[in-house]
């Protein structure tokens, strides 16, 4: 990351939280991040900001806001109050924990709108290189096991994602999701918003591999869903995959 704003625990000390105000935020290759690397708890991270802009990645990284966990330590809650949220370009806005450390609430509330949108022409960069907002346990890489101890399947407990805004754009290979690629639970996926639209394959999803959770509930006045795009939950196994509910006064489906 060439530039970013951190607050780290590698022990047993809980971190400390990041609470950041400003008229404008731009993260272009860059991050701000709360993260625990030991059984001590990771910080939250509360943003206050008209606009929010998460933009673009390199080969190795990708801009980002982000509370995660690497060992056993949970991870803090992530809140966004903001007029306009724009993660686009590849860029990344998650929750995630990759041991056994329980993934943190994500609470994204803007007044005016929400884009979702695009993704890396750095195929090295990661195995999901689009536009994403997430609240994940997900299994690391094998490099990233190797380099920090990380288990090869992880076993914290999913958090849940709640997104509030008058108008959603997912667009352009562009997610917003909750999964568990380990032994626990999945989180919940909630969106409240007036309009709600999915098109060039944008997509809603929720997976899980074991345990319970990976839900979908969508309230909206309008849902459209255009060129590809899709709303899942999946299950791997023997486990039952989660429930979508949607509350919506006009649905339109295209091709």
Do not use: C, W, Y
Not at 66 to 82: E, K, P, Q
Not at 220 to 228: A, M
């Amino acid at each position: 990351m060439t530039s970013s704003i951190i607050a780290t625990t590698f022990a047993e000390g809980n971190g400390g939280n990041i609470n950041l105000s400003t008229s404008k935020i731009r993260l272009n290759n860059a991050g701000i991040s709360s993260s625990t690397n030991g059984s001590g708890n990771g910080g939250s991270l509360n943003v206050h900001a008209d606009l929010i802009e998460i933009a673009g990645s390199t080969a190795t990284d990708r801009a980002s806001i982000a509370t995660t966990s690497f060992a056993s330590g949970d991870v803090g809650n992530l809140i966004l109050n903001t007029g306009k949220l724009r993660v686009i370009d590849g860029a990344s806005l998650s929750s995630s924990s990759f041991a056994s450390g329980d993934a943190g609430n994500l609470s994204i509330n803007a007044s005016e709108s929400i884009e979702v949108s695009g993704k890396t022409n750095n195929s090295i960069m990661s195995s999901n290189p689009q536009s994403i907002i997430r609240s994940a346990i997900q299994s690391a890489t094998p490099r990233a096991r190797k380099a920090l101890g990380l288990p090869k399947v992880p076993s914290g407990n999913g958090g849940n994602l709640v997104i509030n805004t008058p108008v959603l754009n997912i667009t352009q290979e562009g997610i917003i999701s909750v999964e568990n690629q380990g032994t626990g639970n999945a989180g919940t996926l909630t969106i409240n918003a007036d309009n709600l639209n999915l098109e060039k394959a944008g997509s809603i999803t929720a997976a899980k591999t074991s345990g319970e959770g990976g839900h979908i509930t969508l309230n909206t006045q309008n849902l459209q869903i255009e060129t590809g795009s899709q709303i899942t939950t999946t299950a791997d196994g023997s486990v039952d995959g989660g429930k979508i509910a949607i509350n919506t006064t006009n649905l339109t489906v295209k091709k």
